[in-house]
């Protein structure tokens, strides 16, 4: 991403929800069990496929590329929502943040019910990203 020095800018959308999943140490772990598995069915993939030339480039790719999400994912500590911390610093992204739990806001029947979707949402990303 900047690291290629190309000129970017994105708009990302991160609600509450899917921040204080980030944020929960069983999900990291969860994650991570699953890139490990990944790569074992992978690496399984490329010894099937060692023989059939139409498969076994595919089998590869798919072995590197997780590596590589592995490794990315290990270097940022399992923490995703610092890379984007940091690439907002830099103005390449844009963060913003929906309602706490994604409540069609129209059809919630008061106001107070409106602002506290609204309120609880903001007060959460601001904690995490200031």
């Known amino acids: 991403m900047s690291r ?7 708009t990302l959308s ?7 999943m980030l944020l929960e140490e069983r999900t990291k772990e969860a994650y991570s069990l699953h890139l490990k598995r990944m790569l074992e069915l992978a690496e399984k993939e490329m010894d099937r496929t060692r023989h059939l030339p139409q498969f076994k480039n595919l089998a590869e790719f798919y072995f590197n590329r ?5 490794s990315l994912y290990e270097d ?11 690439l907002a610093l830099k103005g390449h992204l844009e ?13 919630m029947l008061t106001w107070e019910a409106r602002r506290t979707q609204i309120q609880t949402g ?7 990203f200031g």
């Open 4 to 10: 290629q020095k190309l000129p970017f800018q994105l």
């Open 66 to 70: 997780l590596g590589q999400i592995k």
């Open 95 to 107: 963060l913003i943040t929906t309602c706490a739990t994604h409540g069609y806001l129209p059809l």
């Open 76 to 86: 940022c500590k399992r923490d995703l929502l610092s890379p984007l911390r940091e």
């Open 14 to 20: 991160l609600s509450p929800t899917l921040i204080s």
């Open 122 to 128: 903001l007060d959460l990303f601001a904690q995490v």
